[in-house]
């Protein structure tokens, strides 16, 4: 058809844009789909809900980044090492030194608690990680060691007087 008006009519004749025959022909189309829609919901193809239970489709976390989210993932892979049985304490910053080592070996052997550097940067989210992760494993070494070997294996222990110091005051 397009070849025969290319002959009977000059392409300075054709009008341009919309015509009336496109017009009609997005409509039908429109009304085509509509029908076949309300077909489809009709025989129970495809059920609309409107009650709103479904109305939200997804959720975004806008916590990506964040301390927040870092320590609910330290506290979750904390619950995951003591399911699998082990016990570690993490540490952020700078490699431990030869006489931190010897200490760590040192619990490794008496309790089985390795200790892990998490990273040398410490930034808010490795440390919330850190501080969520052992404040989950503390409770689980507190638990089977005590409390005392809780504190002593996170660096808090209690400081030990000196040989020669006076006790007098």
Known sequence: MALLTEFVEPKWQRPRGIRR???????????????????????????IDTSGDRLLVATVDLRLGTPALAAERGAAQARFDIEAGELKVQSVGPKPGKA???????????????????????????????DAYNRVMRAEIERKHGKDVADGLLGFEKTRPTVGASTAS
């Not at 025959?21 to 059920?47: E, N």
């Not at 080592?101 to 040192?106: F, G, I, M, P, V």
């Open 21 to 47: 025959i496109h017009v009609v022909a997005v409509l039908c189309a429109f009304a085509a789909v509509g029908v076949v829609l309300a077909m489809f919901v009709r025989y129970g193809i495809v059920q």
């Open 100 to 130: 931190e080592l010897a200490r760590a070996a040192r619990m490794k052997q008496r309790y089985g608690v390795d200790s892990v550097n998490k990273s040398e940067q410490v930034t808010p989210e490795t440390s919330a990680y850190v």
